[in-house]
């Protein structure tokens, strides 16, 4: 049986999840600025471009929630709003995907 620790998973899959929007070019260098990333709204929809608030939003809470150890949303659901959203690029993002569904697979799985 495979113990693998979930937290050490999670940041395998953010490394991932980075390095694959820094090669669909979706890594942006500049923050949004403050009002943008407080938006109310589920994924900052009104804000923000999907992949801005990967970056901006929920990686960093990823982050902080494994440095923690603290437990992640039990059902993330982000793969079929990214899927949704995704479907419209040009680029070729099923790893991209892949990935997304891979953190809502372990958001169940983190206590």
Request: a negative charge; glycine letters at 2%; proline letters at 5%.
């Given at each position: 049986m495979?113990?693998?620790?979930?937290?050490?998973?999670?940041?395998?899959?953010?490394?991932?999840?980075?390095h694959?929007?820094?090669?669909?070019?979706?890594?942006?260098?500049?923050?949004?600025d403050e009002?943008?990333?407080?938006?109310?709204?589920?994924?900052?929809i009104?804000?923000?471009?999907?992949?801005?608030?990967?970056?901006?939003?929920l990686i960093?809470?990823?982050?902080l929630l494994?440095?923690?150890?603290h437990r992640l949303?039990?059902?993330?659901?982000?793969?079929?709003?990214?899927?949704?959203?995704l479907?419209?690029?040009?680029?070729n993002?099923s790893f991209?995907?892949t990935?997304?569904?891979?953190?809502?697979h372990?958001?169940?799985?983190?206590?």
């Amino acid at each position: 049986m495979n113990m693998t620790d979930p937290y050490q998973l999670l940041d395998n899959v953010i490394a991932e999840l980075i390095h694959e929007l820094k090669q669909l070019g979706y890594w942006a260098e500049q923050t949004p600025d403050e009002q943008a990333l407080n938006s109310s709204l589920p994924f900052c929809i009104d804000t923000l471009e999907f992949e801005q608030w990967l970056q901006f939003v929920l990686i960093p809470k990823l982050i902080l929630l494994s440095e923690k150890k603290h437990r992640l949303p039990a059902k993330a659901n982000i793969h079929p709003v990214a899927e949704e959203v995704l479907k419209q690029r040009d680029e070729n993002t099923s790893f991209l995907l892949t990935l997304i569904q891979k953190i809502d697979h372990l958001s169940g799985r983190l206590i």
